[in-house]
């Protein structure tokens, strides 16, 4: 299994960014899929996680109303849609998979995503 993110950059405050993940060597269809981010000296946090079809999306109080969490399942691909970013957005951004099935009230806990890509880091300034 192999997760691959990309899309992130150095902006400024109230700006825009979009965050991609491809995902490769699982059943993606049936993939329970998160975002997480970890900013230096803290633990890893959940940011948005969403249901294998996409009908169901899960957001932290940090993210709601900004973040906008997607998924393609014909391209096996996740998108994380971040507006009106903060200096406290700042961090590396992880895609994740859960392949088994995640109570909804773990959606946003990195111990129920058993398979993680390597990060693409967000800067706001």
């Known amino acids: 299994v192999q997760l691959v993110e990309s899309g992130g950059s150095s902006v400024q405050a109230g700006g825009s960014l979009r965050l991609s993940c491809r995902v490769f060597?699982?059943?993606?269809?049936?993939?329970?899929m998160g975002w997480f981010r970890q900013a230096p000296g803290k633990e890893r946090e959940g940011v948005a996680g969403?249901?294998?079809?996409?009908?169901?999306?899960y957001y932290a109080d940090s993210a709601k109303g900004r973040f906008t969490i997607s998924r393609n399942n014909a391209a096996s691909t996740l998108t994380l849609d971040m507006n009106n970013l903060k200096p406290e957005d700042t961090g590396m951004y992880y895609c994740?998979?859960?392949?088994?099935?995640?109570?909804?009230?773990?959606?946003?806990?990195?111990?129920?995503?058993?398979?993680w890509g390597q990060g693409t880091q967000v800067t706001v300034s």
């Open positions: 994740a998979a859960a392949s088994s099935l995640v109570h909804p009230q773990l959606m946003l806990t990195p111990t129920a995503f058993n398979d």
């Open positions: 969403i249901s294998a079809a996409g009908g169901r999306a």
């Open positions: 060597g699982l059943t993606y269809t049936t993939a329970l």
